[in-house]
């Protein structure tokens, strides 16, 4: 683990949303508001952070908790505290996009501190798995990006997908999400969006943002087909997605005339590692001019077949490297359990609809909800303190339990002190009533 430097503190990686937050333009407003833009967005940023369950749970703590408005400006630096109103009116104007640059930001700190080479894997590239999830679902609420579902009986269904993108490595659990790119109707079009036309926007935007980052995109069979390898190749991006018989017929048809490389490995366990692979085939019949690279992997214990699943890449198979590839094709997973399933599961309520808007506010929340956990993952990493306190709580729920009730009823004055004092426990302190 990587030793804590200032730039990976919590107190840094505040500060410096705050800037970023300061230099972000709204649209003209046709009232005058006494509280500035930066301070709803840290507000956003502060309800996420301390897994409110709710706005409405975070704005009765604003006008009950005497301690939070102390705490909110001391950890957050937030003057004045908007009420959960003000915090919706404010951010849903803003183009989502200008909230990229804080994921940038915080990026670059983790490049130059030389965490991310720990997370570096074949040809000192990282692995970026890329992948959709749902993030709203209403029968009525809808806004007008919202992407639609017309059913036979009439009615709509109105929703909201996100497609994330984290670097990932098979030896650590702790990912690092970049931004993630909306899923939801373009302007101008009555079209629904798609994943892969999000993926394309997201691809292009990380390679503006990072022009020299050496990266292996990690996906799912929806991805391997000719349109999209084509987009990774332009883009300069190596590939190691799924693909599965059912859905490339072709394909697996064509190998069974070919002659592939079969290799076993020995495994832990009696397990044993079985492939078979061949360099340069086509992908499919309507696209054979498109050559991949195709590896099949089953894991057989006790003479059974426990798992099986098979890749398409570019990078050019060998016997010493087949493992490898096999690994980070299966560290794809790494965004479904170590980033969807813990934003849905572990606090930060990913599916509550904790404001709709009309235009970009939902979108908005969910950027802030992966910025608050980015900078959790970075303490996770990075911070001795942050680890200390987990290992306390034991889990992340009562972690963030015990944080927010800390900021409702104490003075709080730096993240650290308050990592320090929950890593070291806490006195109880008897509560006594003056009757006289």
């Not at 699943?309 to 479904?336: H, K, P």
């Not at 993240?415 to 009757?435: H, N, Q, R, Y």
Request: with cysteine.
């Amino acid at each position: 683990m990587a030793k804590l430097r200032k730039t990976f503190s919590a107190e840094f990686l505040c500060k410096l949303a705050h800037q970023k937050f300061q230099k972000i333009t709204e649209p003209r407003r046709k009232r005058v508001c006494n509280f500035s833009l930066a301070d709803c967005f840290m507000s956003g940023l502060a309800i996420f952070s301390l897994k409110y369950p709710s706005l409405l749970q975070f704005d009765q703590g604003r006008t009950e908790d005497k301690a939070l408005k102390h705490n909110l400006r001391a950890l957050y630096g937030v003057e004045q505290v908007p009420c959960d109103t003000q915090i919706r009116e404010r951010l849903d104007p803003i183009d989502p996009i200008q909230i990229r640059k804080l994921f940038k930001a915080i990026f670059a700190q983790l490049q130059r501190g030389k965490v991310l080479e720990q997370y570096q894997y074949l040809n000192k590239a990282y692995l970026l798995s890329i992948d959709g999830t749902g993030v709203f679902s209403s029968n009525e609420i809808h806004c007008e990006n919202c992407c639609e579902k017309h059913h036979k009986d009439g009615s709509i269904t109105y929703y909201h997908q996100l497609l994330g993108a984290a670097i990932v490595h098979p030896e650590h659990k702790v990912v690092i999400p970049l931004a993630p790119e909306a899923i939801l109707k373009q302007d101008g079009t009555s079209k629904n969006d798609c994943e892969r036309n999000a993926a394309k926007r997201l691809l292009e935007h990380l390679r503006r943002e990072h022009p020299f980052l050496k990266a292996i995109v990690v996906e799912d069979g929806l991805s391997s087909n000719c349109p999209h390898i084509e987009t990774l190749k332009a883009l300069n991006y190596s590939y190691i997605l799924g693909v599965k018989p059912g859905d490339h017929k072709s394909l697996f048809e064509w190998l069974e005339g070919e002659f592939c490389t079969f290799h076993e490995i020995a495994g832990a366990n009696g397990i044993v590692h079985r492939f078979r692979f061949i360099n340069n085939a086509p992908l499919n019949e309507a696209h054979f001019e498109c050559k991949v690279n195709f590896v099949e992997y089953w894991e057989i214990k006790k003479g059974k077949v426990n798992q099986h699943f098979s890749w398409v890449t570019d990078l050019t198979i060998t016997e010493q490297n087949v493992f490898s590839i096999m690994r980070g094709g299966r560290a794809r997973w790494r965004i479904e359990n170590e980033t969807f399933n813990t934003l849905k599961n572990q606090g930060y309520c990913f599916e509550h609809n904790f404001g709709h808007g009309y235009q970009h506010l939902h979108t908005v929340f969910a950027m802030l909800m992966m910025l608050a956990f980015l900078i959790d993952q970075t303490q996770a990493f990075c911070s001795p303190l942050f680890r200390k306190a987990w290992e306390k709580m034991h889990s992340k729920i009562r972690l963030w339990e015990r944080i927010r009730n800390l900021c409702m009823f104490f003075y709080i004055d730096s993240w650290s002190a308050l990592f320090e004092t929950m890593g070291c426990g806490i006195e109880p302190v008897p509560l006594k009533c003056d009757t006289s």
